[in-house]
């Protein structure tokens, strides 16, 4: 073991605990019945998202995978086409809910979690047609997972949704997290939501929060939502002590994403020494690290077990792709000490 303290956790970003002061704002959190629309945190938390993002309303939801399928009922109907980055959450992470839940095809296109405005029209299937599955959505992942936590550029996410709405195509984002993605490009968040008509957001990533997503866009659209909520059994009564972590995380956790950034940056460089390990360093843009390990290394599998030996925690993503994530539990000192191990163990050592 590397620390008296138990293993450096590069799993995900969710693996954090509630700070203290989180506790305490969440014991402290005004509450009330939610489903009546009566809890005064989860309201706050509501118009603060929305502001944030520039939308009209916001709407709390458990996670972000009942976001992504609420999104996925309001949008769409069954049977329709939905286009999305390849390897995104919604096909890769969900165990199927797309169909289950919302019955609808996604089309995977694009390569490294991004896409062209071109590549969109190429994949779209046009509606009336006679046997076409009509295409009705567009999803954009921002920052994208299995790609790396790369930001998909904004002025071809500006360029996708112009092209999806000309053609009556609904646009959403899965931006879980966005907040990585805007403090990353230095751009707001509002302003990488505005392409869009619909938006989620994630509190349990990298802003530290036990749980939470939001779902944001107009009115009308977030009045639906509420209706899928409830079906898919997502609407529940005091919430507000989530909310209020989420409150707190937001005034707190987010101008910090910065140091996770710099710490996964840093990790990245000592991993792209390696000459076992494949690490394109222009993925590594904010938090997450995707590698390869090479053919004469040991496979994921092994090298995640034998890490978790050593007191260093990662996932493997593929039979030869490992991530890590960086976030607030872990320190500078522990993403170097980590690399060092994972380096090691790939070079057989
Ligand atoms: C984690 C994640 C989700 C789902 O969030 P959960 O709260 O774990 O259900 C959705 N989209 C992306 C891109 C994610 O990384």
Redesign the pocket.
Known sequence: MLTSAGPIDLRSD?VTRPTPPMREAMAAAPVGDDQFGEDPTINQLQERVAALLGKEAALWLP????A?QVALRALPRPGDDVIASREC?AVW?ETGGSAANAGVQITEIGAGGVFTAEEFLAARKTRGHLVYPPTTLVEI?NTH?RAGGVIFPQDEAERVCAAAREHGVASFM?G??LWNAAIASGRSPASLAAPFDLI?V?F??GLGAPGG?LLAGSRALIDQCVRHRRMLGGAMRQVGIFAAAALYALDHHLARLAEDHRHARRLGERLAQSPQIDLDLATVQTNILVFHLRPDAPDAAKLVAWARERGVLAIAFGPRTVRVATHLDVSAAQCEAAAEVLVALAEGR
Do not use: F, I, V
């Not at 996670?63 to 009942?66: A, D, E, L, S, V």
């Open positions: 969710t996670t972000g995978t009942m992504n959450h992470h992942e997972n899965d879980a997290r989620a994630s349990s990533k997503s």
